[in-house]
């Protein structure tokens, strides 16, 4: 199945910790970790700590995006990890709606991995661009919705 390949790397010791430090050295800075990976979701956290706040004592909005936005990038990565041909992904957009005050331990969840697999096998079918939108939902330890990450993503197979 696509993608099994990069959940037994992620899965291994210090395997989430060597995409970090490789492709998103402020991800590992700012404590970002990953809970949880499946082929349907992703869900990553952030704690609020000195390096990740703002000056109204809470969480700072690029960080949240930050580990909002590495939910769906686990995903998309996972579904483009040595595939034949090569496809290239980039976040061509992104949007946020914040709801409540992000303090604590913060999780991040996207659940649109079926949705992001469809879109790349569809890139390499046709052999064209695809564009395609992730959600991210944002919970306090209470389970209160504190925001919602929108990212537009493009996948372009490599001929």
Known sequence: MEG??????????????????KGLPM??????????????????????KYLV???????YFACMAMAAELAPGLLCIMYVYK?????????????????????????FICKDGNAISETINKTIAENKP?????????????????????FTWSFKAKT
Request: aromatic residues 14%; proline residues 3%.
């Open 83 to 107: 595939r034949k041909p090569e496809v290239s992904m980039l976040i061509v957009s992104h949007r946020s709606f914040f709801y409540k005050k992000a303090i604590g331990e913060i999780v």
């Open 130 to 150: 695809q564009i395609f939108e992730s959600k991210t939902e944002a919970f306090n330890q209470e389970g209160i919705l504190v925001g919602e990450f929108y």
């Open 4 to 21: 099994s390949l990069f959940l037994q790397k992620i899965n291994k010791p210090f395997g989430f910790l060597s995409i970090l430090l």
């Open 27 to 48: 991800a590992f800075l700012a404590g970002c970790k990953l809970k949880e990976i499946n082929h349907e979701q992703c869900t990553t956290k952030l704690k609020y």
């Open 53 to 59: 706040t703002n000056p109204f004592s809470s969480m």
